[in-house]
């Protein structure tokens, strides 16, 4: 209602008299009617927030979710706040962990990819509302658009196998199958993008993926096998392995 009223919660509350017009009434019905078809509300608003950004979504790119936030907190902490980083984001989607990066330094200079150009624009159209002009977008496949050297790269790949039911469930069955499995290897993303980094990133540099609750453990050899260093895995804050970094030594 609020969306269709572009109205704010409090405005709804305060005036429980007010009568739609037959217009908004359509509008509000055909909301309802998607959202009991299993619509995500995110696309029905086309909005989500994230890092306490507002962002535009739609149906090219995932929804932001808030467990993801522990990626970007992992990061700033790599980040001290006056440096001049070079970041990456691999699979960027709408833009959400790269603006939420540069919200917080903006002198770093960012880099966020997506093999998918409607998702590229939606980055783009986010990150222009939002004036953060020091993150530029790249389409293309992982890192195959970058140049030079990076002191941090981030990615939030696709981790879930192909067979896995949860895929036919609740929002997920409207959100782009290709940011979601990268096929009956949920792990082959992450194998694919931590070879690709290494020689990119520089000495000391990081690598980190958001992935499965129960993916830690492979992850972790993963990134041992490719020579990474200081590899850990963080939990979430209902106790889920879902983050797991490395360095190169």
Known sequence: MMHTLACTRAFLYANPEFELSPA????????IQQRLEGQPVA????????WSLPLRVSPAVLIPRPETELLVETA??????????????????SGAIALAIASERPRCELHATDIS?????????????????????????????LQGKFHLVVSNP????????????????FE????????????????????LVYPM???????????????GPAVRDILKKTAYKNIKTLQDLQGHERVTIGAKA
């Open 24 to 31: 908004q009434a359509d509008a509000f019905s055909s909301f």
């Open 43 to 50: 696309y029905l608003t086309g909005s989500s927030e994230f």
């Open 76 to 93: 700033l902490e790599k980040i001290p706040c006056d440096t001049q980083q070079r970041i990456a984001d691999l699979g960027t989607g």
């Open 117 to 145: 150009p409607g998702a590229i624009m939606v980055a783009q159209e986010n990150a222009d509302r939002l004036g953060f002009s020091h993150v530029r977008f790249h389409t293309g496949s992982w890192t195959e658009p």
């Open 158 to 173: 696709p981790y879930v196998d192909e067979a896995d039911p949860h895929l036919e469930h609740g929002d997920l069955r």
């Open 176 to 195: 782009p199958r290709g940011a979601l499995t990268p096929g009956a290897d949920g792990l082959a993303a992450i194998h694919t993008i931590s070879h």
């Open 201 to 215: 990133l520089l000495e000391g540099g990081w690598l980190m993926f958001e992935h499965g609750w129960d993916q």
